[in-house]
């Protein structure tokens, strides 16, 4: 049986995988354009207390009700600048993750200067208008309008124009490679490894997605298996917080002090917050509609500060459950740092959504 993760043979296997690449071209958008961003988030009393006291913006108004109450508040307001973050946060995966630079953002608006915490957003995105760029050929220019709105009242809460340049796919094809997403892809040579000698990707994030690929890769020496674009860098936050924020006291995660006499040399990441960042990775590549389970799962490898954590997934099997909404898919999650070397593996099953539901 094949260990994928064996440090050389996963390196052979990440070799030969394609990358499940995240966020839209410049050819994506068009003039007109209705972009309803699918994340969306609660604005809460703790994200905005911890955004307020990182960028040093004390003003009472935002803390104290009295203070709230002198200026006709009812209560503190969430601060505008969390606000704009939240609203522009979730438009980021569908608008500019490819990259490109941010132009500038014009018209901001406060709708409701008494937004509060608790209130559920929901972002949509227009696109103003699309131009080719005279000095960067390789990137095309897109202003969008972006609204952020109460979800329960459909009050517009924050609007603004925002304006970046894009990729254009075009170039980026033939920097990134010639294969076709969707085709398998061969070895070039025997390496001894024991790996399948074809890497199938799925051509989609939906159920028949998957099952689609599974089935082309029957009777075949071929397996389904892609990487996953993202990467995380451990930081101080993730390896020595948020253990702590779970109740997690074991020493391991804060104490460099006792943990410098150990083989890692120093505070080492919760094992649950790697796999986390994996299996995120893995989730922002699939139409996810309800968690099942996991099993086999093994941590392989140290995880510090300053290590980046990506992910890589093969897909086990699929099943129909007579579910007109989902189908059942079993993967198998890798993740591995920069060095390629496989830090956390295990198995999931997941109900994802069909395309026709």
């Known amino acids: 049986m ?3 993760t064996n440090q050389q043979t996963f390196a052979n296997a990440l070799e030969r995988a394609e990358t499940q690449e995240k966020g839209n071209c410049f050819e994506d958008f068009s003039e007109g354009q209705t972009i309803e961003h699918a994340p969306g988030l609660v604005l809460s009393q703790h994200a905005n207390e911890l955004w307020m006291s990182q960028t040093l913006n ?4 935002y803390w104290r009700s009295d203070a709230a109450r002198a200026v006709g508040y009812e209560n503190p307001p969430v601060h505008p600048d969390y606000l704009i973050a939240s609203v522009m946060g979730p438009s980021v995966e569908d608008l500019s993750e490819k990259g490109g630079y941010f132009l500038g953002r014009d018209d901001v608006s406060l709708h409701d200067p008494t937004v509060t915490p608790g209130i559920e957003i929901r972002v949509e995105s227009t696109v103003e208008a699309t131009r080719e ?3 960067r050929p390789d990137y095309g220019i897109v202003t969008w309008q972006t609204g952020g709105f109460d979800a329960e009242t459909g009050d517009l809460l924050l609007s603004y124009t925002r304006t970046n340049m894009i990729p254009r796919r075009e170039p980026m094809a033939t920097d990134g490679g ?3 997403p969707g085709e398998s892809r061969p070895a070039t040579e025997t390496d001894g490894s024991g790996l399948p000698s074809e890497f199938v990707p799925p051509s989609g994030p939906y159920f028949e997605d998957f099952r689609d690929a599974l089935e082309r890769t029957a009777d075949r020496d071929a397996t389904v ?3 996953h674009e993202r990467g995380r860098t451990m ?3 993730m390896v020595a917080t948020l253990p702590l924020l779970t109740l997690n006291t074991a020493k391991q995660h804060h104490n460099d002090h006792y ?3 150990t083989p890692s040399g120093e505070i080492v990441a919760y094992g649950d917050v790697t796999r986390s960042v994996a299996l995120g990775h893995a989730r922002s590549d699939e139409r996810t509609y309800r ?4 099993g086999d799962e093994r941590f392989h490898d140290f995880v510090t500060v300053g290590d980046t954590i990506y992910g890589f997934t093969r897909v086990l099997d699929t099943e129909e459950t007579g579910d007109p909404e989902a189908g059942k898919v079993t993967f198998k999650h890798y993740a591995f740092n920069q060095h390629d070397e496989p830090v956390y593996s295990g198995t999931r099953t997941a109900a994802v959504q069909k395309r026709n539901r």
Request: proline share 4%; aromatic share 12%; charged share 30%.
């Open 2 to 4: 094949t260990d994928w």
């Open 58 to 61: 004390h003003d009472p108004i």
């Open 133 to 135: 760029s005279s000095s």
């Open 178 to 180: 010639s294969e076709t």
């Open 225 to 227: 298996a892609y990487r």
């Open 235 to 237: 930081d101080d936050m």
């Open 259 to 261: 943990m410098a006499d």
């Open 291 to 294: 968690e099942i389970g996991y």
